[in-house]
C-alpha cells in the first residue's frame, strides 16, 4: 500500500467530508441513546499540516487553509459550527489537521462507541499514537472492507459506518457496493456514509446503479466539484454517498455546498450537487 493520506489532509475533500460527518454524527447525538461509530479505512488521526509530506504538495491551502480565511454566510455556518469547533479544540495553533478518528473520538459521549480499522502498520502505529487511550475506542489491524461486514450490526444499533478508500485498486467502487448490499441485508437501519473521486464519471454513474440495486431505501449524494475533473490529473471532484441520511440532512447541505464551492472553486470553476438517488 503506498497511499498516504498525510500527502493530502486537509484539502479540499477532507473539508467535504469532515464537514457532513460532523453534521451527521450532531444529528444522531440528538437522542440520549448509545451509537456506534465504524471507521473503515481511519488513516493516521492527525496531520502536521507543516510537515513534509503536507508541506510537498500544500494541497491544504486550497482546502482548510481557504475554508479558515473568513466565516461563510450565516446559514453555512450554522451547519459548520461542530466542524470548526473540533478543529479549534483539536489544533489550537492551526498546524495539525484531524483526521476522522480524532473528530469522532472528539465529540463521543460516555454511553457511545468507536471502532477504527486501519490495515497498514505504520499507520496503525500512528493512529495509536495520535489518540489518546480512551476505553470507548477499539483500534484493530483489519481490511476495512471485512472489518464493515464483521462489525455490523453493532450493539448500539445505532450509529454510523464511514468507508473511504485509498482508491489504490480498480476494485474500490465494486467492493463498496458489495459492502453496501451486505450492510442493506444485516443492518438496514444503520447509516452508511462512502466517501468517492470523482474521476470518470462513466465509472461513478456504475457505482450510482450499483448503490441504486441495495435495498437501503434512502441515499443522498452530495459531490463537489472544484475544478473540472481530469482522469489523470489531481483530484479536484469528489462525492459521499450518503444511506438512510438523517431527516433534513439534504436540506442543510443544500445551505452548505453553495457557499463551499464558491469558497473553494479554482478559478471560478466550482459545481456541487445534492441529490437523491433513492427516497422512499
Aim: proline content about 7%; aromatic content about 8%.
Amino acid at each position: 500500500m503506498n497511499y498516504r493520506h498525510a500527502f493530502h489532509a486537509g484539502n479540499f475533500a477532507d473539508v467535504l467530508k469532515h464537514a457532513v460527518l460532523m453534521r451527521i454524527l450532531a444529528h444522531l447525538m440528538q437522542k440520549d441513546t448509545a451509537i456506534r461509530v465504524i471507521d473503515t479505512h481511519a488513516g493516521a488521526g492527525l496531520y502536521d499540516l507543516k510537515g513534509d509530506a503536507a508541506s510537498r504538495t500544500g494541497e491544504w491551502v486550497d482546502g482548510i487553509g481557504r475554508l479558515n480565511a473568513g466565516p461563510l454566510d450565516a446559514p453555512a455556518e450554522t451547519i459548520l459550527a461542530g466542524y470548526r469547533a473540533a478543529l479549534a479544540d483539536l489544533s489550537r495553533d492551526g498546524r495539525l489537521y484531524p483526521g476522522s478518528p480524532a473528530l469522532i473520538r472528539h465529540v463521543l459521549r460516555p454511553q457511545d462507541r468507536a471502532s477504527f480499522n486501519e490495515l497498514h502498520p505504520e499507520t496503525l502505529r500512528d493512529l495509536r499514537r495520535a489518540l489518546p487511550r480512551d476505553d470507548r475506542l477499539v483500534i484493530n489491524q483489519l481490511d476495512g472492507y471485512i472489518a464493515w461486514k464483521a462489525q455490523i450490526p453493532p450493539p448500539e444499533r445505532r450509529g454510523l459506518v464511514l468507508v473511504d478508500p485509498p482508491f489504490e485498486k480498480e476494485d474500490e467502487f465494486d467492493r463498496m457496493i458489495e459492502g453496501m448490499q451486505v450492510m442493506a441485508r444485516k443492518w438496514p437501519t444503520g447509516l452508511a456514509m462512502l466517501w468517492y473521486p470523482v474521476k470518470n464519471q462513466r465509472r461513478v454513474s456504475l457505482f450510482e446503479a450499483g448503490l441504486v440495486e441495495s435495498s437501503f431505501a434512502r441515499i443522498l449524494i452530495v459531490e463537489l466539484h472544484v475544478d473540472e475533473p481530469e482522469a489523470e490529473g489531481p483530484l479536484a471532484a469528489c462525492g459521499l454517498a450518503i444511506a438512510n441520511p438523517p431527516w433534513k440532512l439534504d436540506e442543510e447541505l443544500l445551505n452548505l455546498l453553495p457557499a463551499l464551492s464558491e469558497r473553494l472553486g479554482r478559478g471560478g470553476i466550482a459545481r456541487w450537487r445534492v441529490d437523491w438517488l433513492k427516497s422512499a
